[in-house]
């Protein structure tokens, strides 16, 4: 089976079972009942969320049958992924998975080469490309105004200063 990371367990919250979770996931992952993994050692921890909402830039997460400090403690730094099977088919025109776009080529609107999408950073006020590029990462806002078409490739519409 094939997994994708969607969070990632900052730390406990209260003595009830909560968890902070850095969402990775433009799509509600953690909406109750959904079916999820926590990567604990090699071992891929089959959970179903119990409950979860914001807080701040996180979210709080509690799985059934683990409502307590001492059964989630042992999580902290885990990340959570969900199965290939449970993601969803279709996406809405402009959504994409992480895992689609990392290690995609970019190019720019010329056809020029602009190096190798290495991560997705998200910020409180928008996600960036990372991009890699002469030995440097490049920051591009993944917004209408910096990005073309997304397929094979992405293309940049590169304004002066981008690279």
Do not use: W
């Not at 969070?7 to 850095?22: E, P, Q, S, W």
């Not at 433009?26 to 089959?46: N, P």
């Not at 992924?81 to 895992?99: H, N, P």
């Amino acid at each position: 089976m094939k997994y994708y990371m969607c969070g990632h367990i900052m730390t406990t919250h209260g003595i009830h079972g909560d968890l902070k979770v850095k969402n990775y996931s433009d799509f509600d992952r953690f909406q109750k009942g959904a079916k999820l993994y926590i990567l604990h050692g090699k071992d891929y921890i089959l959970v179903k969320v119990l409950k979860a909402s914001s807080f701040g830039n996180y979210l709080l997460v509690r799985f059934d049958g683990l409502e307590d400090i001492n059964f989630v403690e042992k999580y902290h730094s885990d990340d959570i992924y969900i199965a290939e099977e449970d993601r969803r088919d279709t996406l809405e025109d402009g959504e994409f998975y992480y895992s689609d776009l990392i290690g995609k080529r970019v190019i720019n609107q010329d056809g020029e080469d602009r190096g190798i999408v290495e991560e997705i950073r998200e910020m409180p006020h928008k996600k960036y490309l990372a991009i890699r590029y002469k030995d440097k990462i490049h920051l591009v806002p993944f917004m209408e105004e910096f990005i073309g078409d997304v397929s094979e490739k992405i293309v940049v519409k590169e304004i002066e200063g981008l690279f």
